[in-house]
């Protein structure tokens, strides 16, 4: 089983869709939590963290369950600039990160 | 200017050549990582260092090394390169204190032929 499992892609959307993605984590130590962006084939850029009580971020909103090791992330009014890739990326113990593979999102007019 | 750089961008090598992947940065970030990435598997770290003195193996450190010759430069080597070798490099820094935010270069393109 890998550490960190992602919805398989890719979700195809019209704009202004709302759009949910999942991950698990099967590492019950692991200690924080996150949502980077990637463009093709460029650098990871940090999204947003994820806490316990759930944070919002404009039209962003991550979620957190460490009883079911589940975190989420909903995308509300979805962008042409959305288009990305989706890394959910897990904090382990000692500092060292570890991504899930990704989910491909595409906005469509 | 960008805080995270790599050098070189894009290389095409040939099986058993010796590369050097270079990454510096300009954050005075103590944390430098080495990830590949491949489609479909995501990124997967390969060395990573917390301080000059410090160097510690990844997921999938075999046929690499690293060196870390200050706080600023991480070097990955490829000592002798062979076609499954061929992925995305990205290199990445972070400043610790657990929160584990990372910063990425915009990567290295390599081609092992």
């Known amino acids: 089983r890998k550490e960190v499992e992602q919805d398989p892609g890719p979700f195809n959307v019209p704009e202004g869709a709302t759009v949910a993605f999942n991950c698990t984590y099967s590492n019950s130590a692991s200690q924080s939590f996150f949502w980077y962006r990637q463009d093709c084939r460029k650098e990871p850029k940090l999204l947003m963290s994820v806490y316990s009580s759930g944070n919002e971020d404009g039209r962003f909103t991550a979620q957190l369950n460490r009883a079911s090791q589940y975190i989420s992330l909903l995308i509300r009014d979805s962008k042409l600039s959305d288009s990305a890739t989706y890394l959910c990326v897990v904090n382990m113990e000692g500092g060292k990160l570890i991504f899930g593979q990704g989910t491909e999102l595409s906005v469509k007019p | 200017d960008a805080d995270v750089t790599q050098t070189p961008r894009n290389r095409i090598t040939k099986t058993g050549k010796r590369i050097m992947l270079e990454c510096s940065q300009t954050?005075?970030?103590?944390?430098m990582y080495w990830y590949r990435q491949d489609p479909g598997l995501g990124l997967r770290l390969i060395y990573y260092s917390f301080d000059v003195k410090d160097i510690n193996k990844g997921e999938i450190s075999d046929g690499y090394s690293v060196s870390r010759q200050a706080q600023a430069k991480f070097s990955l080597s490829l000592e002798s390169a062979i076609p499954n070798q061929t992925a995305l490099y990205f290199c990445?820094?972070?400043?610790?204190?657990?929160?584990?935010?990372?910063?990425f270069g915009p990567g290295t393109r390599l081609t092992v032929t």
């Open positions: 990445a820094t972070s400043g610790g204190g657990g929160k584990g935010e990372q910063y």
């Open positions: 954050k005075g970030h103590d944390r």
